[in-house]
C-alpha cells in the first residue's frame, strides 16, 4: 500500500476476530515503533511492553473497568496484542513529552498495521487510569519511574479496511 492509501485507510477498529498476529506482523509494528520521532532521540525515555498474555490483557481491563466504570468492561475491545508506550516521569516544560513521544510511536504503529491489513486503535482510557494503579504497571513492565501513556491495539479486523475520502476535512484549519 502506498504512503496515501495508508494514511487514509487507516481508522480505529473495535471489533476484532481474536486471531493472533504473526510474529513477523509483530516484528513490523516494533520496526515501525523504533522510527518514530523522539524528543532528543531520548529513546531510553520510553518503554514499550508488548502484551499479548490474553490472561493479563484480561486482568487489565478488568482492573481498569472496576477502577473507572466508564470505560466500559472491555476497553481494549479483545484486540489480542496490546503495545504498551511508556514514557519516563517529567517536570516542569517538558512534562508533555512523554505524550508527544507516545503519540508518534503510536501512529507509526496504527500505519504499519494498516498496511498489514490489520485492525488497530489508539488508546488512551486504558494506560490512563493504569496510572492510578501502580501494581498493574508492574504486571505490564512498566519500570519504575515511567508511567503508562499510550496503547495501541491490534489484531485481525472483524470488518475490512477501506480507504476513505481523502476530502475528508474535519479539522479547523487557517491558511495565513
Ligand atoms: C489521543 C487519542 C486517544 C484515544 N483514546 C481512545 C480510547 O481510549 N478509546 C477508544 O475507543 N478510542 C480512542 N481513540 C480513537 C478515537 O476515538 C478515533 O481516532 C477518532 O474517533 C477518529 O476515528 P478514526 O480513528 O476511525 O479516524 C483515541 C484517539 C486518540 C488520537
Request: contains cysteine; glycine residues 8%.
Amino acid at each position: 500500500m502506498d504512503m496515501k492509501q495508508t494514511i487514509l485507510t487507516r481508522r480505529s477498529c473495535r471489533s476484532f476476530t481474536g486471531e493472533q498476529i504473526t510474529e513477523n506482523e509483530c516484528t513490523a509494528l516494533l520496526e515501525a515503533a523504533n522510527a518514530a520521532p523522539v524528543a532528543n532521540g531520548n529513546y531510553s525515555d520510553v518503554k514499550i511492553s508488548v502484551i499479548q498474555d490474553q490472561e493479563l490483557l484480561a486482568k487489565i481491563e478488568a482492573a481498569v473497568c472496576a477502577a473507572i466504570p466508564a470505560v466500559g468492561a472491555h476497553p481494549i475491545y479483545h484486540a489480542p496484542t496490546a503495545i504498551l508506550i511508556s514514557g519516563r516521569k517529567g517536570e516542569g516544560p517538558n512534562a508533555a513529552i512523554p505524550y508527544c513521544n507516545a503519540s508518534c510511536i503510536v501512529e507509526n504503529i496504527l500505519l504499519e498495521a494498516t498496511n498489514l491489513g490489520l485492525g488497530s486503535i489508539y488508546l488512551f482510557a486504558v494506560p490512563a487510569v493504569m496510572q492510578m494503579l501502580p501494581e498493574l504497571c508492574e504486571l505490564a513492565g512498566v519500570p519504575s519511574g515511567f508511567m503508562p501513556i499510550a496503547m495501541a491495539a491490534v489484531g485481525k479486523g472483524t470488518d475490512g479496511l477501506a480507504a476513505r475520502e481523502a476530502d475528508r476535512t474535519k479539522i479547523e484549519t487557517v491558511r495565513l
